[in-house]
């Protein structure tokens, strides 16, 4: 069984930057897909990020391209989330996700064989 920890997140002024980590355990987590999905109040959860088992390719929502970045260590089984240039619409709290299908399967379902605990970003204006 996968299992998921987060890390980072926490408070900043709307431009600046904040790290999101994932630590991941369990048999051939190397191989799954991962990513993140964050929800805001009273919104549902949407798609953020999502990255290959190999790293090779990633999978970026409009609203965060060109200032998110998504990368992974397949030694240290962590992926990470470098967030640039936040705005106060990022503020939600976000979700590590894990899953050995194709990661566009994933994004369109929405659904995830393993989940992390969340973290708060909270962007402020």
């Known amino acids: 069984q996968v299992q998921l920890v987060e890390s980072g997140g926490g408070l900043v002024q709307a431009g600046g930057s904040l790290l999101l980590s994932c630590a991941t355990s369990?048999?051939?987590?190397?191989?799954?897909?991962m990513g993140w999905f964050r929800q805001a109040p009273g919104k549902e959860r949407e798609f953020v990020v999502f990255i290959s088992w190999s790293g090779g390719t990633t999978y970026y929502a409009d609203s965060v391209k060109g200032r998110f970045t998504i990368s992974r260590d397949n030694v240290k089984n962590t992926v990470y989330l470098h967030m640039n240039k936040l705005l106060p619409e990022d503020t939600a709290v976000y979700y590590c996700?894990?899953?050995?299908?194709?990661?566009?399967?994933?994004?369109?379902?929405?659904?995830?064989?393993?989940w992390g605990q969340g973290r708060q970003v909270t962007v402020s204006s």
């Open positions: 996700a894990a899953d050995p299908r194709d990661p566009v399967v994933i994004i369109t379902s929405g659904h995830a064989e393993a």
């Open positions: 369990g048999r051939n987590v190397g191989s799954y897909a």
